[in-house]
T-cell receptor, first 113, second 117 residues
Framework: DTAVSQTPKYLVTQMGNDKSIKCEQN?????MYWYKQDSKKFLKIMFS???????INETVPNRFSPKSPDKAHLNLHINSLELGDSAVYFC????????????FGDGTRLSIL | AQSVAQPEDQVNVAEGNPLTVKCTYS??????LFWYVQYPNRGLQFLLK??????LVKGSYGFEAEFNKSQTSFHLKKPSALVSDSALYFC???????????????FGTGTLLAVQP
C-alpha cells in the first residue's frame, strides 16, 4: 500500500534530453510537493500544488515544469537536462494545514551523463 | 524568514546509550517543528512534531523531542540507541503564524546518526 509513489526510481540520461517524473499519492491529501536533494543531502523545495493550483514556485529554472492533472498526481517535466540537474527528486504530499506532516515518496535518482 | 540549524554533521553513539541530535530554529511567529528520518535510498519518514502544548513530544520508534522556546531548540532524543537507528535525521520548521500551503517547510542540513554495536 504505497502512499506516495514515484516513477521511475532511477533515470540515467544524456545532457540536452527531456525527461519526466511521475508522482501519485493515495492518501487523499490536497497538497503535493517536489523537492530536490543534492549530493550533500541538502533538501530544498521546488514546487507545491494545492488542489491542482500552483502555490509555491521557488527560484527554479524554467526548464522545470510541474503539472498536476488532479490532486492525487503531480508530475515534473524537465527540458534540456544539464549536468547540474543530477540529484534525487522527491515527491511529497500533505493536508493543506501547516501543522500536518508531509509524506514522501522514495525518490527518483536522476543522473546526467 | 524562518531557518533551522543542525550543528552536527554526524553523531556517534554506542548501542544502548542515550542519543541526542540537536536542532535550533528561527521563525517570526510560532514555530511548527518536525523531525524526519531518512534511511539509505528511501524518502523521508515523519517521526514527530511540535505544534503546541507539552514541550516534550513523543514519536515513532521510541524517539522524543523537547521544545525549548527560550533556547529556540528542538533536540531529538532517545533513551537507548539501537544499531537500526543509524540513519540521516532532518529537523524542519514552518512559521505557524502564517500556516497553510503557501508557507514553506524549511529543512536543516541533516545529521547522520551512527550507532555502533
Amino acid at each position: 500500500d504505497t502512499a506516495v509513489s514515484q516513477t521511475p526510481k532511477y533515470l540515467v540520461t544524456q545532457m540536452g534530453n527531456d525527461k519526466s517524473i511521475k508522482c501519485e499519492q493515495n492518501l487523499g491529501h490536497d497538497t503535493m510537493y517536489w523537492y530536490k536533494q543534492d549530493s550533500k543531502k541538502f533538501l530544498k523545495i521546488m514546487f507545491s500544488y494545492n488542489n491542482k493550483e500552483l502555490i509555491i514556485n521557488e527560484t527554479v529554472p524554467n526548464r522545470f515544469s510541474p503539472k498536476s492533472p488532479d490532486k492525487a498526481h503531480l508530475n515534473l517535466h524537465i527540458n534540456s537536462l544539464e549536468l547540474g540537474d543530477s540529484a534525487v527528486y522527491f515527491c511529497a504530499s500533505s493536508q493543506r494545514e501547516g501543522n500536518q506532516p508531509q509524506h514522501f515518496g522514495d525518490g527518483t535518482r536522476l543522473s546526467i551523463l | 524568514a524562518q531557518s533551522v540549524a543542525q550543528p552536527e554533521d554526524q553523531v556517534n553513539v554506542a548501542e544502548g546509550n542515550p542519543l541526542t541530535v540537536k536542532c535550533t530554529y528561527s521563525v517570526s511567529g510560532n514555530p511548527y517543528l518536525f523531525w524526519y528520518v531518512q534511511y539509505p535510498n528511501r524518502g523521508l519518514q515523519f517521526l514527530l512534531k511540535y505544534i503546541t502544548g507539552d514541550n516534550l513530544v513523543k514519536g515513532s520508534y521510541g524517539f522524543e523531542a523537547e521544545f525549548n522556546k527560550s533556547q529556540t531548540s528542538f533536540h531529538l532524543k532517545k533513551p537507548s540507541a539501537l544499531v537500526s537507528d543509524s540513519a540521516l535525521y532532518f529537523c524542519a520548521v514552518r512559521d505557524g503564524e502564517y500556516g497553510g500551503a503557501t508557507n514553506k517547510l524549511i529543512f536543516g542540513t541533516g545529521t547522520l546518526l551512527a550507532v555502533q554495536p
